[in-house]
């Protein structure tokens, strides 16, 4: 019935000259990774079909930590109407989609410089129409957590089942990590029988709006291969949009050093040079 009511109001919108111009997007990319003593938490909030207010409570930051990036996200079925926000009582301004695939199109809010560790977060946005809560993702560096790599895979995937979607990130070394999924407008019909799997192990599901109205967040231990690793979901029924994947886990000699070592590393440069400078 979602599926039909999709290619509906798809083909409404386009009879009307109305279809979204948006870049379309068919899987999640890496919009974040940093490698160091990093780390990363996701939180969110389901609402039922309308925009809302809520709290994200944010988790596992070490006392003291640098954030290194934090992204709010927000989504919508059937339509691409700009989306405002507020974060912690501050008004982030309206947004256009930053990525499209079929009827599902995201939203992302750079709130890096408004979060500063862990705590209960207030928010709120306004415009979807057909929509199912925020998501936060959150990237830090702190000196007491293991070398790690990180990366936040954002963007729309309009899941329509039987289906299989996949993301990847590169630069990790074999071991232990953790992988988050925020998925919206999922069992909204009560269809179930979706697997997360990790470099092709199943390591959860099923996708059945564990947050409350058909939302839902996975926090999931998994083990890492060298190089790249990829997060699969398969849906043999379902239709629901993927938004969010975030990968951490042992840096690989490949893994991107985080922006405080490219600083470092660039004043140590300088340096040299101009000692070499002198002694010519």
């Not at 830090?140 to 729309?156: E, Q, Y």
């Not at 995937?157 to 070394?173: H, K, L, N, Q, W």
């Not at 291969?225 to 990968?247: C, H, K, M, R, Y």
Request: hydrophobic share 45%; aromatic share 10%.
């Amino acid at each position: 019935m979602k599926r039909k009511l999709t290619r509906i109001a798809l083909a409404a919108l386009g009879s009307a000259g109305l279809l979204w111009s948006a870049a379309a997007s068919s899987a999640l990319i890496t919009s974040f990774t940093a490698s160091g003593t990093v780390g990363a938490t996701v939180a969110a909030y389901p609402t039922a079909f309308s925009a809302g207010a809520g709290t994200l409570t944010v988790s596992g930051i070490p006392a003291g930590a640098s954030i290194l990036q934090a992204y709010l996200y927000a989504n919508n079925y059937f339509g691409t109407p700009d989306a405002s926000a507020t974060f912690d009582g501050n008004a982030l301004g309206a947004v256009a989609p930053f990525a499209t695939d079929g009827g599902f199109s995201a939203y992302r809010w750079d709130v890096t410089g408004l979060v500063t560790g862990d705590g209960a977060y207030s928010a709120s946005y306004s415009g979807p129409t057909n929509t199912y809560g925020l998501a936060l993702a959150v990237a830090f560096s702190h000196p007491s957590l293991p070398v790690s790599t990180v990366c936040i895979n954002d963007g729309a995937v309009d899941i329509d089942g039987p289906e299989t979607a996949s993301t990847s990130c590169a630069g990790m070394a074999a071991g232990s990590g953790t992988l988050w999924i925020h998925t919206a407008a999922d069992n909204a019909l009560g269809e179930s029988g979706e697997e997360i799997r990790y470099n092709g192990a199943v390591v959860g599901g099923p996708i059945d709006a564990n947050l409350g109205d058909f939302a839902s967040l996975f926090e999931l231990a998994v083990t890492n291969l060298d190089g790249l690793n990829t997060a699969e979901i398969f849906s043999p029924a379902d239709q629901f949009g993927w938004d969010l994947a975030v990968f951490a886990g042992p840096a690989g000699e490949t893994g991107v050093p985080e922006p405080g070592s490219l600083a470092l590393l660039g004043l140590g440069l300088a340096a040299f040079a101009l000692a070499r400078r002198r002694k010519s």
